[in-house]
């Protein structure tokens, strides 16, 4: 035996010695973990979904911010930090999607049929994202100025092979999905039949049991805005006894702003250890573009990007957050017209109501004289004869054509805003999708709708 090869020997024996040593003190921090408590799990998901919101929507809006404000959409400021996507929406069966398919899309990364939440048609159940949350032990949350059973947070929180099972999903968000911060409008599918206006045919008052199982109730902005998050973890907020009002109308009514909303919810929200879940839907875009009354549709458009700005700050402050701001289909084919100017933005923005609260001021009959007072009290115009002749030529409407005279008379405004429509009901165009966060760089480049569904479940599938 040399000396080199004892050395050599000595050298490998050492060798052992301080792997075996390093392995039985990595073994001891397994079994003895450090005594200070770990921070929880935090993981947050907020998505924000447009309903009806299409591209050109959010350019008139953006229009409206840089020449009659002089300022920039916060969605701007989020899709420059974030990151941007496109999805195609069609159903299953179908090429144009209705709130029900294309929001169990977005909810669970199926496609199913039109009219149909969270199920396949022939009744499978798809597990809803904010169902997988709620699995996890996160918080959840639903806000929207649509009824709260309508099909966008339907589709997140209930199954059913109608969305116009309103009593239903109504049982199905409170009591069996059991969401823990839920706002919006549809008072009556949650009160008793004997009560004005309800939709429930059956005794049961929801509100009673929503309060017995712990959650409080308000039904005003200013009830809204005193509410104590810490003091509130289930929150029921119902604001209106159908949809809430057009955010152009929304002065004349005690409902809150989605942007007041959507802060209580993230207030509440962000209390729970494990993380949330929230949907936020600005659903009314949707209806003032069925209605093709381009000054309502963009007052909601401002509204919605108020709750885009108070999520955005959330995230920025929160970077286990993923954000996800979206649509669910286009509604009317709107855009702005060959020769329209910063001119015609400010007469839109000068537009004081809906076109359905003033035909509702109008009254009935529809009178010339009440008509044009009305258009003069609330937008920038004095109509001509021929445009009074025109709206009072009102006609039953057609499947494929309305000619009422609450629409003639929104056609007659858009033209004046040099706005144009291509249809009073949903379209097949694309849409936009951008966010920021973990597995938002996925959104980049074109997808089906569904692919938000699946971006959403992995990342409430990590570990
Ligand atoms: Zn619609």
Redesign the pocket.
């Known amino acids: 035996m040399n000396m080199r090869f004892l050395t050599r020997q000595t050298s490998k024996f050492r060798w052992i010695w301080l792997t075996i040593i390093t392995c039985l003190l990595f073994s001891c921090a397994l079994v003895f973990p450090d005594r200070a408590p770990k921070p929880p799990l935090q993981r947050n998901v907020i998505l924000l979904i447009g309903?009806?919101y299409g591209f050109s929507h959010f350019e008139i809006a953006r229009a409206v911010k840089q020449h009659v404000d002089n300022s920039t959409l916060a969605q701007i400021n989020m899709m420059n930090q974030g990151n941007t996507g496109y999805i195609s929406t069609p159903p299953e069966n179908g090429l144009v999607p209705?709130?029900a398919a294309a929001g169990t899309a977005l909810a669970t990364g199926h496609k199913t049929e039109n009219g149909v939440l969270s199920q396949s048609p022939d009744g499978t159940p798809y597990k809803t994202a904010l169902e997988m949350a709620k699995a996890r032990g996160m918080a959840t949350g639903l806000v929207s100025t649509s009824y709260i059973t309508d099909a966008t947070p339907a589709a997140f929180s209930a199954h059913s092979p109608t969305r116009s099972a309103y009593a239903n999903i109504a049982e199905q968000q409170l009591l069996i999905t059991g969401v823990d911060v839920m706002m919006g409008g549809g008072r009556e599918d949650f009160i008793p039949e004997s009560e004005s206006g309800s939709r429930r045919k059956d005794t049961r008052n929801l509100l009673t049991e929503a309060q017995a199982a712990g959650y409080t109730i308000v039904s005003t902005a200013a009830e809204l805005a005193r509410i104590d998050a810490a003091h509130a973890p289930r929150l029921l907020g119902l604001f209106a006894i159908h949809t809430m009002a057009f955010e152009i109308d929304r002065a004349t009514t005690n409902e809150p702003s989605l942007a007041l909303m959507t802060q209580k919810a993230l207030d509440v929200l962000r209390l729970q250890p494990k993380g949330f879940f929230l949907m936020v839907e600005g659903a009314r875009i949707?209806?003032a573009?069925?209605a093709n009354d381009a000054a309502a549709v963009i007052r909601d458009v401002l509204a919605f990007d108020e709750a885009v700005r108070i999520v955005y700050q959330f995230a920025r402050e929160h970077p286990e957050t993923l954000l996800i701001v979206t649509a669910d289909?286009e509604?009317g084919g709107v855009a702005l017209n060959y020769g329209a100017t910063p001119d015609h933005l400010r007469l839109l923005m000068e537009q004081q109501r809906s076109v359905e609260a003033m035909m509702k001021e109008v009254g009935k009959p529809i009178t010339a004289g009440a008509l044009q007072s009305v258009v003069r009290r609330y937008t920038p115009f004095t109509l001509s004869d021929e445009e009074v002749e025109h709206v009072l030529a009102q006609q039953r409407p057609t499947p494929f054509l309305s000619n009422w005279a609450s629409d003639l008379l929104a056609g007659v405004l858009s033209a004046r805003y040099n706005v144009a429509w291509v249809s009073r009901?949903?379209t097949g165009e694309p849409l936009f999708a951008f966010g920021v966060g973990p597995g938002a760089e996925k959104l980049r480049g074109f997808h089906d709708n569904t692919y938000i569904g699946k971006i959403i479940a992995s990342f409430l599938q990590e570990e």
């Open positions: 309903d009806g209705d709130s949707d209806h573009a069925h289909h509604t009901s949903h």
